[in-house]
């Protein structure tokens, strides 16, 4: 039988290329912690936690702190029924649920474990599907010149999906910025987040200063404080393009509230906000009421990002994919796990077993 033998963590740092800048605030470095399961086979599965501006209370010290509280709930159980306990929730109680962004890089490390036990891919445990798929590359909150430069180089690395970051700067500002990227970049696609940055009016405005391109937005993110629901659905009713939630979408209870009250036409998973197994439900149900899915990231390694990465190629499903840690930050691709040329990742070939 295999079993886990230790779950042990690594505080790690990663610098990002760029600092990082959004209407909740900006950083250089992210504050990540290496999650590591050890089976009795001598398998090591790898899973990654990237601390956030959004989520405050997710810290190295914290997140630490949590598994080190519930490692003995694991060690010494066999591999593929902890991770079926995370699938059902039967492994602990809601209260100890505690730490979403630890407990996501804790159910990667145990899927990766299994996976490699198993001799298979992750993709595998997500879907049939294993075309590569195109990611966006982000645009933070710079001022317009800076936004411009880091657009160029990265449309020279065949990137044509931009998401840019906005709620920072006076709405007269970033209406400039946007019309100067849209302008520039003729055959793009653009993806808007204001991370809660804007009120009601403010977005309303945005709408319709975009109407005349609105062919080209394929989503506005989180345009407004995540718990007013009500302005979030009248921005959705009066948007040309697909509204998502983000901060809004932060554990399956409350994507059931925003579809009760069909308050956006979209939800954005990421597994550093509900944990792996509580994103897939999240996405389950958001197709099953017609909502559009797009799957995000933290500021991951190209290493840490790899679970991300599998579910987006193995699902193929996502109308939006935003998975370009592996470009912010100053780390290499691990391409036994997964490729990256320009926006498109892929999967590496297998080689012939001798």
Not at 136 to 144: E, G, R
Request: hydrophobic share 40%; charged share 25%; proline share 4%.
């Amino acid at each position: 039988m295999v079993l886990i033998t230790a779950c042990t963590v690594q505080q790690r740092s990663v610098a990002l290329k760029i600092p990082f800048i959004t209407s909740l605030g900006e950083k250089s470095v992210s504050r990540n912690l290496v999650v590591e399961i050890h089976l009795n086979s001598g398998v090591r599965g790898i899973g990654e936690a990237s601390a956030s501006l959004a989520m405050p209370h997710e810290t190295q010290e914290t997140m630490s702190a949590w598994i080190g509280s519930i490692r003995n709930k694991i060690v010494g159980f066999p591999v593929h029924a902890v991770r079926a306990g995370f699938i059902n929730r039967t492994w602990w109680g809601e209260k100890e649920l505690t730490h979403p962004t630890a407990l996501g890089a804790l159910e990667c490390a145990v899927l990766d474990a299994e996976a490699q036990e198993n001799h298979k891919r992750p993709t595998a445990f997500f879907g049939n599907n294993r075309k590569p798929i195109q990611t966006d590359i982000t645009l933070s909150a710079w001022d317009a010149d800076m936004t411009l430069k880091v657009a160029r180089h990265y449309y020279r690395k065949t990137f044509r999906r931009f998401k840019v970051k906005i709620g920072k700067a006076p709405l007269r500002k970033d209406m400039n910025r946007l019309d100067r990227l849209i302008t520039q970049f003729e055959d793009c696609e653009f993806w808007i987040d204001a991370n809660q940055g804007l009120t009601t009016a403010s977005a309303l405005k945005l709408i319709r200063h975009l109407e005349p391109v609105k062919k080209k937005i394929r989503g506005l993110e989180q345009p407004t404080p995540k718990e007013d629901l009500a302005a979030l659905k009248k921005v959705k009713d009066n948007s040309p393009f697909p509204v998502y939630a983000d901060e809004s979408a932060g554990s399956l209870e409350n994507v059931k509230r925003l579809i009760k009250k069909n308050a956006v036409d979209g939800i954005v998973v990421k597994i550093a906000k509900t944990g792996l197994f509580e994103a897939m439900e999240i996405v389950r149900l958001a197709r099953r009421h017609h909502k559009k899915t797009m799957i995000s990231c933290m500021a991951e390694s190209a290493r840490g990002l790899a679970t991300s990465v599998h579910w987006a190629i193995g699902d193929g499903g996502f109308d939006w994919v935003d998975l370009d840690s592996f470009e912010l930050t100053r780390s290499s691709v691990p391409t036994s796990l997964y490729e990256a040329r320009g926006p498109w990742l892929s999967l590496p070939r297998l080689r012939a077993r001798t």
